[in-house]
């Protein structure tokens, strides 16, 4: 999944030479990236992140900590955002360095979840080296190209999402018939609503399969599928569980610490309404670019004393 978003953000943002080298490597499945974006302090704020680039020679030496880091533990690579223009304004002090992640410097910290998996990682970086090469978009210029690779993250599975999302409804409507709730009134409504939700999803991604079509860049409504997706996944965990009743408080027999599978719908939609920028952050992106409202005065001011000071 990350691979494709780096694919195509090289597509838009990389140099020929880089394309011509990185994508190869990309789709043979010699590089399998990640995306090193949120840090400990910073989640949606990607702007404020901490993470120091400091250019020495043909290279970047990166020191810093990413958190959250979701496939990392499968990944050879990373594509970092982090700080080389410490002097420059907001957005333009950043840049996007794609970086070995197997070399002296870099240390991968799986973290385990409530549901007992460990999809996420922290990264630790210490004086880790990518060549200038790999910088993406120029010195000063990362905040674009990320800006562009959410974008992809997030619009990026909608073209396919819903057939997952429409295949899980139905084995849940088959647990609410073995559960003999397929007759409740207000179980048969909210599966139909769920139902409902999936093909509105659908429709979103037969719209981003046309955008791919014809190579257009993602823009704000992305956000409203990232939106959509992560409501979704919150309230059809909450349905889950509800239609199990009692069973859904305790774990499988012989799975260790793993959950079943309504179990971990529930414990995990949480995190979606989270990742690749909270729902506030969606909202705030459509209003802000799709809607062209003004921003929030007290965004501004934060953002103001925040620079202030750095």
Known sequence: MIGSVIGATLRVHGTAEQRGRLMPRIAEGRD????????PGHGSDLAGVETRGEVAGGEVVVTGRKAWTSGAGLANAIAVLCRTEPEAARYRHLSFVLLPLRQDGVTVRQVRQMSGAAGFADVVLDRARAPLDDVVGGLGGGWRVAMTALGFERGGRAAVA??????????LVETARRYGRDRDPLVRQQLAWAYGQVQILRF?????????????????????TALLTSEYRRRFGEIAVDIMGADAMVRPEGDGYATGRWQDALLTSRGATISSGTGEIQRSILAERALGLPREPILEREVASGSARR
């Open 204 to 224: 979103q991604g037969m719209r981003r399969l046309a955008q791919l079509a014809v190579r257009q860049e993602p823009g704000p409504e992305a956000s409203i």
């Open 32 to 39: 399998v990236y990640c995306l090193g974006f949120s840090e």
């Open 162 to 171: 819903h057939l997952e999302y429409e295949r899980e409804l139905w084995e």
